[in-house]
């Protein structure tokens, strides 16, 4: 469903220069799969996904959800996506009803289907209490359903998460790892990003784990135990990094910094 | 993509007349602030009663035909030089002769002085003049012995036409002004997206950029025409009401012919349209609202320096209404006046229509750059 080939991105910066973001990024998510891109701050994960998500282009390689290049059919990508971000606001003066008839509308869904839509969301994601209030005063868990029933409105097949837990109580936290359990568990291949190990270790089918804009490894937990013989996913990252870091100090060629 | 423009359109209009304080702010500003002021300033001498006020008048000439002159004239007090104990009022004129001149001393700044001093030397005037008829028939002169001919301009101007000048010179002016001023204080439909972080959402959707920039800029022009023509209904109301910008306006014949709504409306429209992708541009660019403030505030000296010239009574050549802002400015002092040729009206709404389209060609662009798109 999605296909990764050798993905490059450099950002050029007045005051930095150019900046390598990723290189050679590489990847395949299986349909109905929940693939985790795990790594810390500034790794390169959300790069990747706004690159998915047809928002910024990538310098080299390219990336296809279903056959669609996202550099080549970005109107195709955009009907088959919906996108989550940690950053992503909602309109204020807005309710999610109507945020939600806006959103289907500009991706050419009828209003009877959006209805159809809006309901299963609202009942999927307990809004129903607040679905006609303005989000101006609802809380961060509220609006975070906001955004995700945003996503979901048009019914894609992928949906892409970018750290959708960044800045919640624990209690929400967990209430959207439940709700994208709930969306694998209806036919969505979800993509979603991280730095938390333990939303990776309990969700993703399989792990890419990426570090200075380099996927490092990728495969199923298993396989990632298998490979480093490490048992728990917290040991397994860090042998995986430690042993990143350690190489990029030998060749004394640091990664995501001026090229 | 007509259908998303109208959606993007749609949506802005809806949550920009949800906006509270904006909405309140413009209700307040067009229709009691604005009015208000332009009431109190016109009538700020009327308010404070000075005109019924009498002006005294001390006088140290013997002779009572001054005296006599001087009673015709409506709310002034006299006095000679034998009631100097009396207690005089500021302002006050003192009148005296040094030979055969008659000098009247006062305050010159005085509106209340200046207006009286008219009238003294007015009868001063018709008493010379008496006196030389007197003279001169004596003599046995013709009476145009000293003045064989006089020069008087009769003006041929109608009342409409009159009120038409006033209305071309300061209707212009303040039009345009308000019209980029509210189009400036809908910004946030531009920059707002960004700033609230709605903006990625809305990238990712089926809309095409275009629609999105489209949509948007007719929403801040639908708000600035809106706005602007409700603060001159409010001003209008209350000229209606006994407000008046200034007394000799008061009778401002205010009706205009479907010919001239038509001009004004193609010219408002067409302004309207290039302000607001200015707006739309600049806001893209900006990251904020406070940097786009940064970025619009001199679009608003620009345009009091440009729309300034409408108040000017020289004629400009033709070439002058390609410049925008001064060519509207321009062209609707000449609908006013009832003197717009069409070419005049198709070069600043030609020069508008291609800026417009300019700008939204560059808003396109930049809604394409990842740069300006996710600067931080």
Known sequence: MIRVDNLGKIFKDKKRGEVLALQDVSFRVKEGEIFALLGPNGAGKTTTLRILSTLIRPTSGDAYISQFSVQKHKEDVRKLIGVVSYETGVYERMTPVEIGYYFGRLNDIDDAEIGKNLEYIFHLLRMRDFVDQRTETFSSGMKQKTVIMRALVTNPQVLIFDEPTSGLDLLTAKNVMDYIRLLRENGKTILFSTHILWEAEKLADRIGIIHKGDLVENGSLEVLRQKTGKRDLEEIFFSIVGAKNDLLLATEAPRSQRV | ?376
């Open chain 2, 1 to 376: 993509m007509q259908s998303k423009t109208i959606l993007v359109f749609s949506r802005e209009i809806k949550v920009m007349f949800r906006d509270r304080r904006l909405i309140v702010g413009v209700l307040l500003v067009s229709l009691v602030l604005m009015p208000f002021l332009m009431g109190f300033i016109g009538n700020i001498d009327r308010m404070l009663g000075s005109d019924d006020t009498p002006v005294d008048v001390l006088v140290f000439v013997e002779d009572d035909r001054v005296f006599a002159l001087l009673q015709k004239i409506e709310n002034v007090r006299i006095f000679g030089s034998d009631d100097l104990m009396h207690d005089l009022k500021d302002p006050y004129f003192t009148i005296t002769k040094d030979e055969n001149i008659f000098k009247i001393h006062g305050d010159g700044t005085d509106p209340r002085l200046s207006r009286v001093l008219q009238e003294i030397r007015q009868e001063f005037e018709s008493w010379k003049e008496t006196l030389v008829l007197e003279r001169l028939a004596q003599a046995g002169l013709p009476k145009d012995a000293l003045s064989p001919f006089a020069v008087e301009f009769v003006d041929m101007a109608d009342e409409g036409k009159e009120s038409a000048l006033v209305l071309g010179l300061l209707v212009p002016y303040l039009v345009i002004i308000l019209l980029v001023a509210n189009s400036i204080r809908a910004i946030y439909v531009a920059v707002g997206e960004k700033q609230d972080n709605t903006l990625a959402s809305l990238l990712v959707s089926s809309a095409p950029r275009r629609a999105i920039v489209l949509g948007k800029s007719f929403a801040i022009m639908t708000f600035s025409i809106l706005s602007s023509v409700l603060l001159i209904t409010g001003m209008v109301l209350f000229a209606n009401l006994g407000f008046s910008i200034d007394s000799s306006v008061s009778d401002i014949n205010f009706s205009l012919s479907i010919g001239q709504i038509i001009e004004l409306l193609i010219n408002i429209i067409s302004v309207s349209l290039f302000v607001s992708s200015i707006i739309m541009f600049l806001g893209t660019y900006a990251r904020n609202s406070r940097e786009a403030g940064i970025y619009t505030s001199p679009l608003i000296y620009i345009t009091i320096i440009l729309a300034v010239f409408s108040i000017s009574r020289s004629t400009f050549s033709t070439k002058v209404y390609l410049v925008p802002i001064l060519g509207n400015v321009l062209a609707m002092k000449d609908s006013f006046l009832n003197s717009l040729s069409w070419l005049n009206l198709l070069l600043p709404v030609a020069s508008n229509l291609l800026l417009f389209s300019l700008l939204l060609w560059g808003s396109v662009k930049l809604y394409n750059k990842e740069s300006v798109l996710f600067r931080s």
